[in-house]
Each structure stands twice: as structure tokens, then as C-alpha cells.
């Protein structure tokens, strides 16, 4: 099988699995994917582990659907049985962003997000409906805030190059 790259990649989950972190003993799901060519054969695999907190549960939950999570799946226990991704996953294909990870001095290919296949699950609102979904936060309050805590950023003095750079359709002499 062939190596990945950063960026998206169409893949389908082939495995789930429950682990326990040692350090903490925080619960966690590994989802194994095969990642699909235009074809749709599997040309290479990864895994990611979903860490399942108080704070990351809706995450994961919106994960495992996006992957096919049946809708008559009321407890997500079962996926420990025996043949779980034959029993409680339809065959979806999703899009995983993968990204570059520096961890203890080396790179490694890690999947950051699980999205419906086609891109990111978010779509584009308009001013008027952000207005309508962000009634009730006070954004300028937010924004007023933020600006008080970081300070006044550093104004750049000069945005004139030091040498001429020749771009577009001019050759090189």
C-alpha cells in the first residue's frame, strides 16, 4: 500500500476498538480507516484515537456518525462486541483532514478531523444568518476583551522591499 500525505482523504472505517490511556486511564475509541483512490480501493491505512472526556464526548459521538453510526445504536458500549463495524456501521465514506504533528522531536501524519465526505462538515452562513445564530453572544464584547488582554499589536513601519523582485510574465535577464 502506498504512503499518505497531508491534506484530505477519502477513507472508510474497517475497525473501532476501546483502549485506555495508561497515564490516566481516560477511555478511548481507535478508529482504523482504509483510505480510498479515486476507485475506491483501499491503497493505504491509519488509525486515530478519539479520547473520550466530559469535554470531547459530543466530538466523538459527531465523529462515529459521520463514519456511519447506525441510528438504532442507543449506547456505543456495543461497539467493544465482536464484529461491531459489520453490525453497527453503515459503509460511509468521509474525508479525513491529515495534518503533520511534531511529538518528541519527530513528524508524524495524524488525523486532525473527520468530516462527511465532500470537504468540511461547516458551511458558509450569511450575514444575516450569523446574525441570527450569534443572537444572544455578546461577539463584541468578545472581540473588546480580547483586544484589552493582548495590547496594541506592533505596526510595520515600511512595506517597501529592499530589492526589486520580478514577478508575472517578466523574463529573467
Avoid at 481516560?26 to 491503497?43: E, M, P, R, Y
Avoid at 491509519?46 to 462515529?64: A, E, H, I, Q, S
Avoid at 468530516?115 to 450575514?127: A, C, H, V
Avoid at 441570527?132 to 506592533?154: I, Q
Wanted: proline share 2%; net charge negative.
Amino acid at each position: 500500500m502506498s504512503s499518505l500525505q497531508a491534506g484530505d482523504q477519502r477513507a472508510i472505517l474497517v475497525d473501532c476498538a476501546f483502549t485506555q490511556s495508561k497515564k490516566k486511564g481516560t477511555l478511548g475509541i481507535v478508529l482504523s480507516f482504509n483510505c480510498l483512490d479515486n476507485d475506491n480501493k483501499a491503497f493505504a491505512q491509519t488509525k486515530v484515537t478519539r479520547w473520550v472526556t466530559d469535554n470531547t464526548g459530543d466530538y466523538v459521538m459527531k465523529d462515529l456518525i459521520r463514519c456511519g453510526l447506525k441510528d438504532g445504536v442507543k449506547d456505543v458500549a456495543v461497539l467493544a462486541e465482536e464484529d461491531a463495524i459489520n453490525k453497527y456501521f453503515d459503509q460511509t465514506v468521509v474525508s479525513l483532514n491529515l495534518e503533520y504533528e511534531s511529538y518528541e522531536g519527530k513528524e508524524y501524519l495524524r488525523v486532525q478531523y473527520i468530516n462527511t465526505e465532500g470537504g468540511s462538515s461547516f458551511e458558509k452562513l450569511s450575514i444575516t444568518e450569523t446574525k441570527k445564530t450569534a443572537k444572544g453572544l455578546d461577539l463584541k464584547g468578545m472581540l473588546a476583551k480580547v483586544r484589552t488582554e493582548l495590547g496594541p499589536l506592533p505596526k510595520i513601519e515600511s512595506t517597501e522591499a529592499a530589492d526589486e523582485v520580478p514577478f508575472g510574465d517578466k523574463k529573467k535577464a
